[in-house]
């Protein structure tokens, strides 16, 4: 099981970055997945997750970046997407893309809840 995340850079604020994370040996739309960042000095958090219904999928945005940043996950490319639009500099940080464990259909907002977890990462966002 591996979670390979890009698509980091330096952005001005007020750009768009869009991150990607291709997980293999598993499916990706069977597992509760989400992307943390953590910037220096901080803690880990939660930026965005989704849950493994196709119909009715779930979605969890932390305030922040409601309105900004876009969670998406393309099953048939077993990849999960961030697209994020106007960058502030509060945004700059390591992302990192995860997973939870089989049969787990929720959401986490804690990284304890987490098993599968991709390499990050940088998004630095200045002027």
């Known amino acids: 099981v591996q979670l390979q995340a890009s698509g980091g850079g330096s952005v001005q604020p007020g750009g768009s970055l869009r991150l990607s994370c291709v997980a293999s040996?598993?499916?990706?739309?069977?597992?509760?997945v989400a992307w943390f960042r953590q910037a220096p000095g901080k803690e880990r958090e939660a930026v965005s997750c989704?849950?493994?219904?196709?119909?009715?999928?779930?979605?969890y945005y932390t305030e922040s970046v409601k309105g900004r940043f876009t969670l998406s996950r393309d099953n048939a490319k077993n990849t999960l997407y961030l697209q994020m639009n106007n960058l502030e500099p509060e945004d700059t940080a390591v992302y990192y893309c995860?997973?939870?464990?089989?049969?787990?259909?929720?959401?986490?907002?804690?990284?304890?809840?987490?098993?599968?977890w991709g390499q990050g990462t940088l998004v630095t966002v200045s002027s």
């Open positions: 995860a997973g939870r464990g089989p049969s787990i259909t929720v959401i986490s907002r804690s990284t304890r809840g987490y098993t599968y």
């Open positions: 989704i849950d493994t219904s196709d119909e009715t999928p779930y979605y």
């Open positions: 040996g598993f499916t990706l739309g069977d597992y509760a």
